[in-house]
């Protein structure tokens, strides 16, 4: 497994590490350029782009100060269709109701359509621990999975590795999970294309049961959406003879009016597209067509305690373009294993210590991975302000305290002291001027701040004095 794993280490560490990898930073370079330049050309097709945008934001923020009447409406809309619904608190109970499905259809495998919130939870490990194996299907997640990798990123899990490096994957793991790679593979993307695509057609075929996502969910039909660019998610989804999508709660939108601002949305912000390729809906069953079981598995998973976050809640308007990965100059030099999460980038930073808290190493440090530029908020399509809950967050991480919070909070009282009595302010004033040359360059204790600066000079005497003695 290349970067770093889920939890661990903190970001700074992980990112000073990632920094150094000249081949990383290569890839991710050329992926996010060329990814925002693309968009950049879709969305300035749109001459009411400010107003989509708008609209999705209203839209989501509507949805949920009202999500638990929606989550009722999908509930009866998918039962009504023939579906069964279930509710997962948190990762363990989403986890033990998939593993429990899939065992009351007896079978052992499963193909996957692309999904961040089975990521999320970690069910591929909770399958192989029941004995499931899991195939994803993504061309990206292929990859990844047969490099025993991480996704980093949101759109391109894939991002970090080369056509070099897939090719190398491709033959030295493919034949341990299923069709071998063709005899002299090379690195043209066709013929990796067409290798990968040798490998999941036989997994189709064979697969009884698919596990997705959804991109949106429908409240007043009991829809569910996924959009992808490959086809292999309508594979996953028409198929098996049971499906079973794992949700976030959030994922919810009240009508089919409502989901059109967003298909104008979301593949611009992604894909740059101006539709994506295949926009899959699938409502319950059908008899003789697709799925005759449809389980879907509504996910909490600390979006509850997120939503109750005045400031923090707009997190959950994400719609998982990555358009915010593709802009931020902390991502594209750290890629997305520094985050130590599946949601990387702004987005992640700010997402991730919301749905697991701020108690570890990790996640207290992600709000503090970011320079506040707010290109990230310029090009989010529901208009997330991710700056100010990256500030909000990162008082909350000092409110917790910690070795480094406590001194800074002692500091501010001693100087806020100080600051409230002139003289004693105008006394440390004199002390600090004629011990002028005493003074280091650097700050003993914060050589985070002064490796790349150096404290200023003191003035052989103090402002007020000088004052008084050239214009009093």
Not at 269 to 295: I, K, L, V
Not at 368 to 386: F, K, M, N, R, W
Request: glycine residues 8%; aromatic residues 6%; negative net charge.
């Amino acid at each position: 497994m290349s970067g770093t794993y889920l939890g661990m280490p903190s970001f700074p560490k992980a990112a000073r590490e990632a920094v150094h990898n000249e081949t990383l930073r290569g890839n991710l370079r050329h992926a996010t350029h060329t990814i925002r330049d693309k968009r950049a050309k879709a969305v300035a097709e749109l001459a009411d782009w400010a107003q989509l945008r708008e609209a999705g934001k209203q839209i989501k923020d509507r949805t949920l100060r009202h999500l638990d009447e929606y989550l009722v409406q999908l509930e009866e809309s998918v039962t009504a269709a023939g579906g069964t619904v279930h509710w997962a608190a948190d990762a363990e109970e989403a986890n033990r109701i998939v593993t429990g499905l899939v065992q009351a259809t007896g079978e052992r495998e499963v193909v996957k359509v692309k999904s961040m919130a089975t990521q999320e939870i970690g069910l591929n490990e909770a399958l192989e621990a029941a004995g499931i194996s899991a195939y994803e299907t993504d061309l990206a997640e292929l990859i990844v999975q047969l490099g025993e990798d991480r996704p980093s990123h949101i759109l391109v899990p894939a991002i970090h590795r080369n056509r070099g490096e897939i090719r190398e994957i491709f033959a030295r793991t493919m034949s341990e999970w299923g069709r071998p790679a063709p005899e002299g593979l090379t690195d043209a993307p066709a013929e990796l294309a067409e290798a990968a695509r040798l490998h999941l057609r036989e997994k189709f075929l064979r697969a009884k049961v698919g596990i997705s996502g959804a991109n949106f969910m429908v409240a007043e039909t009991g829809t569910l959406v996924v959009v992808e660019s490959e086809g292999n998610g309508r594979m996953c989804l028409t198929l098996p003879e049971t499906l079973i999508s794992v949700v976030g709660i959030e994922k919810i939108v009240p009508t089919w009016q409502d989901l059109e601002v967003f298909l104008q949305t979301l593949p611009r912000s992604s894909t740059a597209e101006r539709m994506n390729p295949y926009t899959s809906t699938w409502t319950g069953t059908t008899d003789s067509d697709g799925p005759q079981n449809f389980h879907l598995v509504l996910l909490d998973n600390g979006r509850t305690a997120t939503l109750a976050d005045e400031v923090g809640r707009q997190a959950l308007r994400c719609i998982r373009c990555s358009a915010c990965l593709n802009v931020c100059p902390v991502y594209e030099r750290a890629g997305g294993h520094a985050y130590g999460s599946v949601y990387p980038g702004p987005i992640g930073a700010i997402l991730s210590p919301q749905l697991r808290g701020v108690r570890s190493e990790v996640d207290a440090s992600l709000p503090y991975a970011s320079s506040l530029c707010g290109a990230c908020y310029e090009v989010c399509p529901v208009a997330i302000d991710i700056p100010e809950v990256l500030v909000h967050l990162r008082e909350r991480v000092a409110d917790q305290g910690g070795s480094g919070h406590r001194l800074e909070k002692a500091a501010m009282k001693v100087s806020g002291w100080v600051l409230n009595h002139p003289a004693a302010l105008a006394a440390g004033e004199r002390v600090a001027s004629k011990t002028r040359k005493l003074h280091p360059n650097r700050v003993p204790g914060a050589a985070a701040w002064t490796d790349s600066r150096e404290l200023p000079q003191l003035p052989p005497e103090p402002f007020r004095d000088w004052w008084k003695k050239n214009r009093a």
